[in-house]
């Protein structure tokens, strides 16, 4: 939900993410009642200070498993987690490397 949150920060469209009129997170702190009437409730437990959750940035670590996960349908997760629910849900296609497998040699 934060990589989801700070789009307009990475973008550079705005400095701060409170600017950002057309998001959630705008609309849950700063909307009309009109605007948060729309917004569903999460289906996760958000942290107690969601502001400062989301103003920090997320490492380039994170930023690479979170599109990962979205480009190859992969779970997002801790390593135990994601292992559990591709096992559960038959996803290994999602873990394993992209492209055909490398002929080996007869005789290596």
Do not use: C
């Amino acid at each position: 939900i934060r990589y989801v949150e700070r789009n307009p920060l990475r973008a550079g469209i705005v400095k701060e993410i409170s600017s950002w009129k057309y998001s959630s997170f705008y609309r849950k702190y700063y909307g009309t009642p009109k605007q948060k009437k729309i917004l569903s409730e999460p289906n996760i437990i958000l942290p107690d200070d969601y502001l400062n959750f989301v103003q920090n940035p997320l490492t380039d670590s994170e930023i690479n498993q979170i599109r990962n996960s979205v480009n190859r349908n992969t779970p997002y997760g801790s390593s135990n987690w994601r292992d559990k629910m591709v096992d559960r849900f038959n996803l290994q296609a999602t873990i394993r490397d992209r492209g055909r497998p490398k002929k080996v040699k007869k005789g290596s």
